[in-house]
């Protein structure tokens, strides 16, 4: 079974910025595609950002943003250190939910399902 732990998120104004973490111990971690996730209360859970496996698309194709976080959020991945990571910066209020990491076995960009899911860590941005 793989873990994910989650560390970050937190309270911040309007255009600040904050970090989120997502690690795990799974030894195979370059081989899954990774996203992070974030839901409001009453709101379907919806994809921020993604990015696929080391093995399976060219490093200009690899990452995937969402619309609304596009130029503000990146993704990246440490392989060495099996930790995700999610930059978040010129935050809105309408940015504030609760934010998920999770990661795919199929190691695609857009996978249908996601196997494993972090705990969630609230993200707060007061205006």
């Known amino acids: 079974q793989v873990q994910l732990v989650e560390s970050g998120g937190g309270l911040v104004q309007a255009g600040g910025s904050l970090r989120h973490s997502c690690g795990t111990s799974?030894?195979?971690?370059?081989?899954?595609?990774v996203g992070w996730f974030r839901q409001t209360p009453g709101k379907a859970r919806e994809l921020v950002a993604a990015?696929?496996?080391?093995?399976?698309?060219?490093?200009?194709?690899?990452?995937y943003y969402a619309d609304f976080v596009k130029g503000r959020f990146t993704i990246s991945r440490d392989y060495a250190k099996k930790t995700l990571y999610l930059e978040m910066s010129s935050l809105k209020p309408e940015d504030t939910a609760v934010y998920y990491c999770?990661?795919?076995?199929?190691?695609?960009?857009?996978?249908?399902?996601?196997?494993?899911w972090g705990q969630g860590a609230q993200v707060t941005v007061s205006s």
């Open positions: 999770a990661i795919s076995e199929s190691g695609l960009l857009r996978p249908k399902v996601y196997d494993y």
């Open positions: 799974d030894l195979t971690f370059g081989t899954y595609s």
């Open positions: 990015i696929s496996s080391e093995d399976i698309t060219s490093s200009e194709d690899n990452t």
